[in-house]
């Protein structure tokens, strides 16, 4: 029988930075979204999207509708957004 490697990295998948899971979720909530929305198109775990939910807000590029549970990018969000991706372009 053969041995098997728990410390393979075949099936790892590379870990998202902080920055590019803000991204993701501004871009998601850019129509507007629920958090279930938010944790299964960016790829989170509840726990982490609260973290980050928390942290947009508090930078203020997120906002929350309908009783906190319909989030929101803002002016600011669709900004820093907009220079995030005419970064990613130029080369």
């Avoid at 973290?51 to 319909?70: I, K, V």
């Avoid at 957004?81 to 372009?89: A, P, R």
């Amino acid at each position: 029988m053969a041995d098997i490697n728990t410390n393979s990295t075949i099936n790892k998948k590379p870990r998202k930075s902080k920055k590019d899971i803000s991204v993701a979720i501004l871009t998601i909530t850019k129509g507007g979204a629920n958090k279930t929305r938010i944790v299964y198109k960016a790829n989170l775990d509840f726990i982490m999207a609260d973290n980050y939910l928390d942290l947009l807000q508090q930078n203020g590029l997120l906002e929350t509708a309908h009783n906190s549970t319909y989030y929101q990018i803002t002016k600011k969000g669709r900004d820093y957004l907009d220079k995030i991706q005419d970064t990613n372009t130029e080369v």
